[in-house]
């Protein structure tokens, strides 16, 4: 299993360096050609999704990206260490409003990633969160002699 890690200060102009290192790796895991738009836009949701809790939370630390080659997968994990409450843990009152639209949006950038990736699943917590993505992919054809 080949790995390559990335971390990134959680600024939004990083985020279009981790798009192109992912596709960049995803081609050479044998991602289809034909997907990586697909990987590019996931991987850019995340990241920004990533970046964007960083700075509300005010978080210092990077955004962190693996980029996993297994045999028949390739996954990219995105996590970040904001804080997560679970729904419904919100406090009344006027910062309601505020947490409700992060949440929203929040909840459609989930949605974008659902709809690009197949295979996601989304894990959180106190301590932070993690994206995981998985693409299948092709075995490098092998010339006979």
Do not use: N, Y
């Given at each position: 299993?080949?790995?390559v ?7 939004p102009?990083h ?20 997907v990586l738009d697909?990987v590019?836009l996931a991987v850019?949701e995340?990241c920004?999704?990533a970046?964007?809790l960083?700075?509300s939370?005010?978080?210092?630390s ?6 996993i080659e297994?045999?028949?997968q390739?996954s990219?994990e995105v996590?970040?260490?904001a804080p997560h ?6 406090a009344?009152?006027?910062?309601a409003d505020?947490?409700?639209?992060e ?11 659902s ?7 989304v894990?959180?917590?106190e301590?932070?969160?993690?994206i995981r993505?998985?693409?299948p ?5 092998v010339?006979?002699?």
């Amino acid at each position: 299993m080949a790995t390559v890690e990335l971390r990134f200060s959680a600024l939004p102009e990083h985020v279009r360096t981790a798009r192109l290192v992912a596709a960049a790796v995803a081609r050479r895991a044998g991602v289809d050609e034909a997907v990586l738009d697909e990987v590019r836009l996931a991987v850019g949701e995340a990241c920004s999704r990533a970046v964007g809790l960083h700075q509300s939370a005010g978080i210092a630390s990077p955004v962190k990206v693996a980029l996993i080659e297994d045999e028949k997968q390739f996954s990219i994990e995105v996590g970040d260490e904001a804080p997560h409450s679970a729904p419904g843990d919100r406090a009344p009152g006027g910062a309601a409003d505020e947490g409700d639209a992060e949440a929203e949006e929040d909840e459609m950038g989930l949605a974008v990633i659902s709809g690009l990736v197949d295979d996601v699943e989304v894990s959180a917590g106190e301590h932070g969160g993690l994206i995981r993505m998985t693409w299948p992919t092709t075995p490098p054809a092998v010339a006979l002699a």
